[in-house]
């Protein structure tokens, strides 16, 4: 049954059709057959006591008045039908009276057998008493072979036989085309499911046309499709709206702090102008206490100036073109650590920056990253007698990752987190310069670049920060 | 008794003793103890009534029996009288009359006219005439030829008969055909 479980419903339907019908049709031909046989036999019965009660009215006389040659002659008759075997008169005292026997047609009973009829080995034999005017006068017995019948039967069997294989065939070609009107919509629908599972085409359709259990399944599984189909649709609307809500809001975001940089640029300038202005012009009226106080002013004025330059830039790297060309980030790394060498050419800083780290990005915003994290790297191990910065690159889940490591102040990996957000720093001004926004400007061009960036590190035991480019388009 | 021609008269009365002795059946029946030629022709009689049918007139009514005549002295009287008790034919219970001479003769349904009576058998005859009466005798060739229906012979100790058909018909009797296949003169011009 296993093997019939795994059928094609096609072939299953046609089994089942098939076999339906071939049992129907061998139980119909076994009836026919056996009401057959027993018709034929009881028609043969019949047929030969009828003939014995011919033959028995035929040879009255010659028994009542003792001529068994005219009683042989009656009998004799029967020579024409090559079926019967022998036939025999007995007198009322059941002896033989006269007999007729076909060549090699083994024997006749001696004496009067009783009035009947019944089929013995391979022949049907027929007593019947021979009554003269309601007397019993003798007994008549004729005996048939079967052969005739059992040819019949043959012949019976034979048509039967053939008509059971005829029938069978019309079953089977009939079923293989009835099936279709239940395996067919059937595989249309499995074609769909598979459409929608394979390919995710919520847009398949199966199709339709009968009212019946099937027609009613293909049309709730197109409605299926079609709730699935709208709420997608539902659903790609209220991304694409929420996301441009956020566009939106972001935008707004970055062009209101753009704007708000900007135009506190101007009374900055002037504060620190007009402070410089008074400590130039007024130096002679201004006692100590009051110069150190504006020299004060002018710092933070500064200070502030850059801060105000950081978020400009910022501002800058999100909205700027991105132009993708191969960028060398081994080349850019040498360039970052001359320039920090030359800056300060008093500290003992050893690079180890890794060849032929060559990527697709815009070679500008690369650099602006590998400048910033290496400038970060240089600045945190400033407080060490000789520090050790490493550019290179590792391999993770089979993709390149970048990271540029340092042995330096480190920090707590509980604080990781904050690094990445604009001014937000883990040391304090005094211990470290810096606006803090060095690390959150590379993560937005990584960002931009379809990469991340992370930290590992611990309290003065140096940091690794590593990026990727790509991880998923831009 | 002009119309009863002399055509029925077997003429080949040695074929068909030669044919008798050619069935073995009845080589059979002849070696069991034989019944005397005197009891078969009673039985004969008796048995001639059933296949010889008579007009209804010739019946009171219904319940009227068959008479079975005798004329003259024979043994075959007393034998048919112990023949008929009880029997009956087509419902009809049998009687048996004895005639002893022509003057006393009756009419029945079947007559057997005992040898003793041959000299008389013209008058017999003559007096039945119309009477619808079967009438059976002896010497079969010689009997029918002068009328009679049906006439006993003996063929190999066999008892057996002639019909003289015609005869039978002009009385208005009906004799079966299953008994004139029976008869020896028939049977002896069938064979080949």
Not at chain 1, 151 to 171: D, I, K, M, N, P
Not at chain 1, 362 to 367: G, I, M
Request: hydrophobic share 45%; net charge neutral; glycine share 8%.
């Amino acid at each position: 049954m296993r093997g019939f479980r795994d059928l094609p419903i096609s072939q299953k339907l046609m089994l089942l059709m098939t076999a339906t019908s071939v049992l129907a049709l061998l139980l119909a031909c076994g009836a026919f057959v056996a009401a057959e046989v027993a018709a034929t036999r009881g028609r043969m019965a019949r047929a030969l006591t009828l003939r014995a009660d011919i033959l028995g009215a035929n040879s009255a006389a010659a028994l009542t008045f003792n001529d068994p040659k005219a009683a042989e002659e009656t009998l004799a008759t029967l020579k024409i039908d090559a079926g019967v075997l022998g036939a025999r008169i007995y007198a009322a005292d059941g002896r033989p009276f006269a007999s007729y026997l076909r060549p090699g047609a083994g024997g006749l009973p001696p004496s009067a057998p009783a009035e009947g009829q019944g089929f013995t080995a391979g022949r049907l034999e027929a007593a019947r008493t021979l009554l003269l005017d309601g007397r019993p006068i003798g007994t008549i017995y004729v005996a048939q072979d079967l052969g005739e019948m059992y040819r019949t039967f043959a012949l019976l069997a034979g048509v039967t036989l053939a008509v059971l294989v005829l029938c069978s065939f019309v079953a089977w070609a009939l079923a293989a085309r009835f099936q279709r009107l239940i395996s067919g919509p059937l595989l249309r629908l499995t074609e769909t499911a598979k459409a929608v599972a394979e390919r995710g085409d919520y847009s398949a359709r199966a199709s339709d046309g009968s009212r019946d259990e099937l027609g009613v399944l293909v049309g709730a599984f197109n409605e299926m499709l079609r709730q699935i189909q709208l709420r997608d649709a539902e659903l790609e609307r209220r991304v694409a709206e929420r996301t441009a809500e956020l566009s939106a809001a972001n935008a707004e975001l970055e062009s209101f702090s753009y704007s708000v940089a900007h135009d506190l640029r101007a009374p900055l300038r002037h504060i620190h102008s007009f402070s410089r202005m008074v400590l130039q012009d007024y130096a002679g009226t201004l006692d100590a206490a009051g110069a150190e106080l504006l020299e004060k002013v002018c710092a933070s004025s500064v200070r502030m100036g850059r801060l105000i330059d950081d978020l400009l830039t910022l501002a800058r790297l999100v909205r700027c073109d991105l132009r993708v060309g191969e960028a060398d980030l081994s080349r850019l790394a040498r360039e970052a650590a001359d320039d920090l060498r030359e800056a300060e050419p008093g500290r003992a800083v050893e690079f180890v920056i890794a060849d032929g780290l060559r990527v697709q990005g815009d070679a500008v915003l690369l650099a602006t990253v590998v400048q910033n994290l290496l400038g970060n790297a240089w600045k945190y191990t400033s407080k060490h007698a000789s520090a050790r910065i490493e550019f290179g690159t590792a391999r993770q889940d089979g993709r390149p990752v970048y990271f540029v490591r340092d042995d330096g102040a480190g920090f707590d990996m509980a604080y990781a987190g904050k690094l990445f957000k604009p001014f937000s720093r883990l040391h304090s001004l005094r211990e470290f310069e810096g606006s803090g926004v060095g690390l959150a400007a590379a993560q937005r061009i990584l960002a931009r670049h379809g990469g991340r960036i992370w930290c590992e590190g611990e309290v003065e035991r140096g940091a690794t920060f590593y990026f990727t480019l790509w991880d998923k388009p831009a | 008794m002009s119309a009863v021609g002399p055509f029925f008269v077997p003429r080949l009365l040695p074929l068909a003793a030669l044919l008798a002795a050619a069935l073995p059946a009845q080589e059979a029946l002849a070696s069991e103890p034989q019944a005397s030629a005197a009891e078969v022709r009673a039985v004969f009689l008796l048995n001639f009534t059933k296949f010889v049918e008579w007009p209804p007139e010739v019946f009171v009514d219904t319940a009227a029996p068959v008479t079975l005549g005798v004329l003259g002295e024979d043994p075959v009287a007393e034998l048919l009288e112990a023949a008929v008790a009880g029997e009956t034919v087509g419902g009809r219970a049998l009687t048996v009359r004895r005639f002893s001479s022509l003057d006393g003769l009756k009419p029945c349904h079947v007559l057997y006219i005992a040898p003793s009576s041959w000299r008389d058998l013209p008058a017999v005859l003559a007096r039945l005439e119309g009477s619808r009466t079967l009438t059976v005798g002896e010497e079969s060739e010689r009997f029918t030829k002068k009328g009679g229906m049906i006439g006993f012979l003996l063929e190999r100790d066999q008892v057996r008969f002639d019909i003289n058909q015609k005869a039978a018909e002009a009385a208005g009797l009906k004799v079966s055909s299953r008994l004139l296949r029976l008869a020896s003169g028939r049977r002896a011009r069938a064979a080949p």
